[in-house]
């Protein structure tokens, strides 16, 4: 049963960092594509970055660009998206998600999510 598990959400001031982490189960991680994703309230779904299944390239929104780093442990089976230099307007909620072919900025494409978790950051 495929399953992904997102942690490390929480309230952090302007400025600061969290670092998230999605733990997959029931498939391995670098056999897919693997995505973040975020959703603010009253605001459409976000594509976040990606980083692609074979040569582990990674993408950025202009929005996180700079910011925001993401990474996999295979051994661990988990993803993590670093988050630095924090802004009110990164406030939402984090999903990760799973796609078995290449990297994706459409939510649309990606077959497997976890349940998110919260990010608030407070100015």
């Given at each position: 049963q495929v399953q992904m598990v997102e942690s490390g959400g929480g309230l952090v001031q302007a400025g600061g960092s969290l670092r998230l982490s999605c733990r997959a189960s029931g498939f391995a991680l670098d056999d897919y594509a693997m995505g973040w994703f975020r959703q603010a309230p009253g605001k459409e779904r976000e594509w976040v970055?990606?980083?692609?299944?074979?040569?582990?390239?990674?993408y950025y929104s202009d929005s996180v660009k700079g910011r925001f780093t993401i990474s996999r442990?295979?051994?661990?089976?988990?993803?993590?998206?670093q988050m630095n230099s924090l802004k009110p307007?990164?406030?939402?909620?984090?999903?990760?998600?799973?796609?078995?072919?290449?990297?994706?900025?459409?939510?649309?494409?990606f077959g497997h999510w976890g349940q998110g978790t919260q990010v608030t950051v407070s100015s």
């Open positions: 970055s990606c980083i692609s299944r074979s040569t582990g390239m990674t442990d295979n051994a661990k089976n988990t993803l993590y998206l307007e990164d406030t939402a909620v984090y999903y990760c998600a799973a796609r078995y072919r290449s990297c994706s900025i459409r939510g649309s494409d």
